[in-house]
């Protein structure tokens, strides 16, 4: 029963993509990530990852959908036709996904509880983390105190990211308080 | 081996292949931002799924339960979640400048202007 709900949400994950790639309206497009999004953090709560679920419904539904409206709402949000058809980019896909598939036969099945992702590193985790931290969520146990400086090491990404788009997205006042876009001909810079 | 026990790496293969079809067929700028969300996302399955027990119990230590999911690609997901955010709103804040200088996010069309400056005046750069 569980992996039928799992696999049917799956399957509802794939359908969501499918209609994204072939939509050429990007309204559209941001929406269906969403829903993409949503239904990623359906699955993660059915595979029993709830804390995932719940930062991909925060963040992944939540602040890229953000995000990605903001966008549009600078630019126009209609996709143009294609120049060419995409023969080469769907042979490329393809055989990356012939080449994935040839692997998956060699990884062990659903939910093999002899499968070595189960029986190494998690099982000292589990009977552990209780007596060594004091926290009963072993997700947190390991992300704020087994795992710190990697946490750290993610703060400076996300802080490198935010310097970024400051330095990008910060006015320019040059030129008798003229922006970029109003530049007369589009493309060229003001010397 | 049998269709059940492999579809959810299957399912993932999928997402993964279509993220990257997109980020690769697709002109406009947003949208492969999109497509390059979907391939990180897949990612996010492909370690989260073999995690999976079946009749296990989220890694929340309580007494009664026996069987719990594995924790540790829960914490390695977390951190690359926050991470995608981070890409996304670095490539956006792109976007948004490619289209304040040329007015325009479709791909072809960016080409074809730089292009169109090369051969007017190549020497005035």
């Known amino acids: 029963m569980e992996t039928l709900i799992i696999n049917v949400l799956l399957a509802m994950m794939a359908l969501a993509v499918v209609i994204l790639a072939r939509s050429r309206n990007l309204f559209a497009v941001v929406v269906l990530g969403g829903v993409y999004s949503f239904l990623m953090a359906t699955v993660l709560?059915?595979?029993?990852?709830?804390?995932?679920?719940?930062?991909?419904?925060?963040?992944?539904?939540?602040?890229?959908?953000?995000?990605?409206?903001?966008?549009?709402?600078?630019?126009?949000?209609?996709?143009?036709?294609?120049?060419?058809?995409?023969?080469?980019?769907?042979?490329?896909?393809?055989?990356?996904?012939?080449?994935?598939?040839?692997?998956?036969?060699?990884?062990?099945?659903?939910?093999?509880?002899?499968?070595?992702?189960?029986?190494?590193?998690?099982?000292?985790?589990?009977?552990?983390?209780?007596?060594?931290?004091?926290?009963?969520?072993?997700?947190?146990?390991?992300?704020?105190?087994?795992?710190?400086?990697?946490?750290?090491?993610?703060?400076?990404?996300?802080?490198?990211?935010?310097?970024?788009?400051?330095?990008?997205?910060?006015?320019?006042?040059?030129?008798?308080?003229?922006?970029?876009?109003?530049?007369?001909?589009?493309?060229?810079?003001?010397? | 081996m049998n269709l059940a026990s492999h579809f959810s790496y299957w399912i993932t293969l999928f997402l993964m292949v279509a993220g990257l079809f997109i980020v690769i067929a697709r002109g406009n700028l947003i949208k492969k931002l999109v497509g390059l969300g979907i391939f990180q996302t897949s990612v996010y399955l492909l370690y989260i799924a073999p995690g999976k027990l079946i009749g296990g119990t989220a890694p929340i230590l309580a007494e009664g339960f026996k069987v719990y999911s594995n924790p540790l690609p829960h914490v390695l997901i977390l951190t690359a979640i926050v991470v995608g955010v981070a890409t996304l709103a670095l490539g956006l804040a792109l976007v948004v400048r490619i289209r304040e200088a040329y007015d325009t996010i479709e791909e072809d069309e960016i080409l074809l202007q730089d292009h169109a400056r090369e051969t007017e005046a190549p020497f005035e750069r």
Request: charged share 20%; net charge neutral; hydrophobic share 45%.
């Open chain 1, 45 to 191: 709560v059915a595979l029993d990852a709830v804390d995932v679920a719940m930062t991909e419904a925060a963040v992944g539904a939540g602040i890229s959908t953000v995000l990605l409206l903001g966008a549009l709402h600078l630019c126009k949000s209609e996709e143009a036709k294609p120049i060419h058809r995409p023969w080469l980019p769907l042979a490329v896909a393809c055989g990356t996904a012939a080449v994935l598939a040839y692997g998956t036969l060699g990884l062990p099945a659903f939910s093999d509880p002899q499968a070595p992702i189960h029986t190494h590193v998690a099982p000292r985790y589990l009977a552990e983390a209780l007596a060594a931290t004091g926290v009963p969520n072993v997700v947190t146990a390991v992300l704020a105190s087994y795992r710190g400086f990697d946490t750290l090491g993610e703060t400076t990404v996300v802080f490198t990211a935010g310097a970024g788009v400051i330095a990008l997205l910060r006015r320019r006042k040059k030129n008798g308080e003229r922006r970029p876009a109003e530049t007369d001909f589009p493309g060229e810079r003001q010397p």
